[in-house]
């Protein structure tokens, strides 16, 4: 079973930028698509960034395209996701999930998820 581990998430003033990242537990990591999702309180949770298994595609949420961006190093088992001129409405928990299949922007087909860590912007 994958594990997944997001670290990164803290309080930033509107206009700043944070790098979260994502590492997994097993070296089998660069078979799997993965996802970063959000959810925002008292709010559904909603695709953010996905990228695939070599890291040559990605995709974005319109809400976050040309400010945020999903990277990934199979060497070190991690997945990372620039954020740069946050806004307060991308104050939420950030997941990100795996799958070992492509990547998809629908949170029912990644298989596995981490903990979440914590993004408040202040404005």
């Known amino acids: 079973q994958e594990q997944l581990v997001e670290s990164g998430g803290r309080l930033v003033q509107a206009g700043g930028s944070l790098r979260l990242s994502c590492a997994a537990s097993r070296r089998t990591f660069s078979n799997y698509a993965m996802g970063w999702f959000r959810q925002a309180p008292g709010k559904e949770r909603e695709f953010v960034a996905a990228i695939n298994r070599s890291g040559s595609r990605t995709d974005y949420a319109d809400s976050v395209k040309g400010r945020f961006t999903i990277s990934r190093d199979n060497a070190k088992n991690t997945v990372y996701l620039q954020m740069n001129s946050l806004k307060p409405e991308d104050t939420a928990i950030y997941y990100c999930?795996?799958?070992?299949?492509?990547?998809?922007?629908?949170?029912?087909?990644?298989?596995?998820w981490g903990q979440g860590t914590q993004v408040t912007v202040s404005s």
């Open positions: 999930a795996a799958r070992a299949l492509s990547a998809t922007m629908r949170g029912p087909d990644y298989n596995y």
